[in-house]
């Protein structure tokens, strides 16, 4: 290998280098740049936590009162019932089963009113009245959020503060409460008192131990934890691409950019799946049509999981960038 051909390769691979670098230096400058989308979606899951977190206690406090001791009652009375058909044959096989039936009926009903005493009480922390304070400071929050980011993409990309018409954007942030306010009433409490009234009804029946079944209510306290998480991503995102959509198109632009994350997190590619948001990243759709959904039924979607009609992608991070000429 000559000189020349060396020092070609050389300036070849610095090229290469300082490439992949700016590449990385402008993908870690756009991941900053929604870096306060995430963490308001951090402190709304952190809000709606400290709810679950009082749900949990409420529903720890009921079992050690006034469920344990119905379980430790129905146990006392099951062994009284199956002793007597047993050592002193006073009943039947068949008047025992009944007697056990009759028995398990009882004690399921009176669990059951206690149950339904702290549904009133759990439910009473994520009704409107008690979310409306935590959900407008969400909604404010990532108002103000990407009113920033819309005006600093703008003046780097034109070097023009843009003149933002906000006529109407009241309405984009009460829809997006008015879901808030009612979704979670209808999700968190429900699911979790149904999975803790299923484990102490399998509890009875089965003799679980005690510490068992409080560590099964423990878990699902977890599992509606995440789930209450999960959400509260899912609507800051969706909340941050629906402010996008409404301000973008107020400024006359009829087109966007699918952006993601770039990161770990991302859908992966399937086979065949044209419309996967991997594949849809950097490229430029119509704010009227949106891009198609991967699968059969090809259904128009928007980024942060806005499908306009249907469902959208659930926890969709993407987000629409606006398009400069």
């Not at 058909?85 to 089963?97: A, I, R, Y």
């Not at 509260?232 to 996008?244: G, K, P, S, Y």
């Not at 490229?283 to 806005?306: C, L």
């Amino acid at each position: 290998m000559n000189i020349l051909t060396r020092l070609l390769l050389q300036r070849k691979a610095r090229r290469q280098r300082q490439s992949r670098k700016h590449n990385t230096t402008k993908l870690n400058k756009i991941h900053k740049l929604y870096e306060p989308v995430e963490l308001i979606a951090y402190e709304y899951a952190k809000a709606i936590n400290r709810q679950c977190d009082k749900m949990k206690r409420i529903m720890m406090g009921a079992y050690r009162t006034k469920i344990a001791p119905l379980i430790r009652e129905y146990a006392t009375e099951k062994a009284y019932i199956i002793g007597m058909d047993v050592e002193k044959s006073v009943l039947t096989s068949n008047d025992s089963g009944s007697e056990l039936e009759r028995l398990l009926k009882r004690y399921t009903q009176l669990a059951d009113a206690v149950i339904i005493t702290v549904m009133v009480a759990i439910e009473a922390l994520f009704e409107p009245k008690q979310m409306k304070r935590i959900v407008e400071r969400f909604t404010y929050a990532t108002n103000e959020v990407q009113r920033r980011i819309l005006i600093g993409e703008f003046v780097e990309e034109t070097g023009i503060i843009p003149k933002i018409n906000d006529v109407g954007i009241i309405d984009v942030l009460d829809e997006c409460e008015d879901d808030n306010l009612h979704f979670f009433p209808l999700t968190i409490p429900m699911e979790y008192a149904e999975r803790v009234r299923k484990s102490l009804y399998e509890g009875l029946r089965k003799g679980t131990a005690q510490n068992v079944i409080s560590s099964e209510i423990n878990e699902y306290g977890a599992m509606a934890a995440r789930r209450a998480r999960n959400i509260a991503r899912n609507q800051t995102w969706t909340l941050f691409a629906a402010l996008c959509s409404f301000r973008y198109m107020a400024l006359g632009q009829d087109m966007f950019m699918w952006w993601t994350m770039q990161d770990e997190h991302v859908r992966p590619v399937k086979s065949g799946e044209e419309g996967n948001h991997r594949i849809l990243h950097g490229k430029v759709f119509y704010w009227d049509t949106g891009a198609k959904k991967a699968g059969a039924k090809g259904q128009n979607i928007w980024p942060g999981g806005d499908a306009h009609e249907g469902e959208g992608d659930w926890g969709c991070r993407c987000v629409p960038r606006p398009v400069f000429s």
